[in-house]
């Protein structure tokens, strides 16, 4: 890196920062279609008419506003990106405001070996938590079709979305294979954020909801296939040794597992999204790394799934595909 690139890495948090707070004071939101002072929107908020001011300069020029002579409104995209009105409206920026706190904090975290902030999510409250499924929803919604177009469903009927969130990638599922039965294991608290998306995706009757902790319970059984997608990262080693058993008991003689996360090389350095978000575990996860091939492979073998094979997709996450034998 030359001085001048890391000069920037070192302060583009700052471009983050002003938007993450403009998020977060419904700023995009209060103007919907409107324009208005920065003092009128000041007193319908409830902040410093001064600073105000100057984050609205800001998000102008950063082209997430414009400004003429009436006040400050939205852009076109920032209306359908970020004001609540909009159909296309990011809920889940929030979660990325949330990991703003822990990612603060990695300083400290290095010094310790000790995540930032190490509830559980059970523990981490109802907003946290309807934003990190929310977030996970939408980036899923534009991923998931293209990540499932390589699973071969032709002697598939049922799969289990083990951690399965929103129900994301069992949706993109059945839109390939109408007849697949899918089931979403998550929290029970999960559930309900879970059923409300379904619903609002037109997926009522097609996606059932299976609560339980996969640390805590046995899975569901009966599968032709189970799926986890971004559920390893999350754990210990020993802890996906133990899931990737009770994965195993899930399926029928000659299921498949199919885990997708971003599965690193030998020395753990690459891809480069892998590596940044092992940070991110470190910082807000205790216990939670992104694996290498070499680990992944060997949990698979130790369960008992045979012809394991790993392929790539886009943005540095991979899929290992391992087969319960028949006999």
Known sequence: MKPEEIQETAVSFQ???????????????????????????????????QATERLLNALVAMELLIKNETGFGNTTDSWRYLAKE???????????????????????????????????INERGEEWLKAFIRAMHFRGMKQAPSQVANIDLENTDSVLDVGGGSGVYS???????????????????????????????????KIRLHEGDYTQNELPTGFDLT???????????????ALLLKCYKSLNPGGRIVIQDWIMNT?????????????????????????????????????????????????????????????
């Open 15 to 49: 471009k983050s920062r002003i938007l993450l707070t403009a998020y977060e004071l419904n700023i995009f939101s209060a103007l919907g279609k409107e324009y208005y002072s920065a003092a009128s929107l000041a007193e319908q908020l409830n902040l410093n008419e």
């Open 86 to 120: 909009s159909d296309a409206y990011m809920s889940g920026l929030m979660h990325t405001g949330h990991l703003w706190h822990t990612w603060s904090e990695l300083t400290d975290v290095i010094r310790s070996g000790q995540a930032a902030h190490t509830p559980t």
């Open 171 to 205: 949706m993109a599922l059945i839109k390939q294979k109408p007849s697949l039965r899918a089931t979403v294991f998550d929290l029970p608290s999960v559930a309900p954020i879970a059923k409300d998306i379904i619903e609002n995706e037109g997926f009522t009757g």
């Open 227 to 241: 799926f986890l997608s971004a559920i390893i990262h999350s754990n210990t080693a020993d802890t996906n040794k």
């Open 267 to 327: 020395d753990k350095t690459e891809p480069l999204q892998g590596a940044i978000f092992s940070i991110n575990m470190l910082v807000g996860v205790k216990g939670g790394d992104c694996y290498s091939t070499n680990e992944v492979s060997q949990w698979m073998k130790d369960a008992g799934f045979t012809h394991i094979t790993k392929h790539a997709l886009d943005r540095g996450l991979s899929q290992m595909t391992a087969t319960k034998p028949r006999g």
